[in-house]
């Protein structure tokens, strides 16, 4: 999940680089909102591996809503993108905590730690994504390029395998 929210990112940079996505002062509060409702719900990594896993999958689930959320108050290019969010996340709808019976189960796995740490990951980055979002809604940079945070190895992918605009 943390290389698809990577891809996210790397097709949201070259929008804000060309200005093709501009935030109004609307969609700069609620991508700070959802950034803080995921922060809220997903915590540090060393906070969320102590937990049990029935309450590190509703902490998961919380970060869905909040994108739920915020997908129901806006249109446009934000809405897009927050889908695309929640489509990331998906998976994390078909994880359960407990033991269950398969014919009863509606398909639904107990996801590995690493499935949940994963998901985790990508939350956090998803977050620190909604913030510059919105802080490039608030305050352009002068003169510089507005950088979309994390690692930046080369251009951007593009084509269908990546789900990216060509």
Do not use: K, Y
């Not at 019976?101 to 107990?110: I, L």
């Not at 490039?136 to 605009?165: D, F, I, K, M, S």
């Amino acid at each position: 999940m943390c290389a698809r929210v990577e891809r996210l990112a790397a097709e949201v940079e070259p929008q804000l680089l060309d200005g093709i996505w501009e935030f109004t002062p609307q969609d700069a509060v609620l991508a700070g909102c959802a950034a803080e409702g995921v922060a809220d719900a997903v915590g540090a990594a060393t906070e969320q591996e102590r937990l049990p896993v029935l309450d590190r999958l509703e902490h998961l689930r919380e970060v869905l809503a909040v994108l739920a959320i915020g997908i129901a108050r806006t249109h446009g290019q934000l809405a897009w993108f927050l889908t695309r969010a929640s489509t990331v996340l998906a998976p994390v709808l078909h994880w359960r905590s407990l033991p269950a019976n398969p014919r009863r189960s509606f398909c639904t796995t107990v996801p590995t730690p690493g499935e949940l740490a994963d998901a985790e990951e990508a939350s956090r980055l998803l977050r620190t994504l909604l913030v510059h979002l919105g802080a490039v809604a608030v305050v352009p940079p002068a003169g510089g390029p507005r950088r979309v945070p994390g690692p930046h190895p080369g251009p951007a992918p593009t084509g269908p395998e990546t789900g990216a605009l060509a």
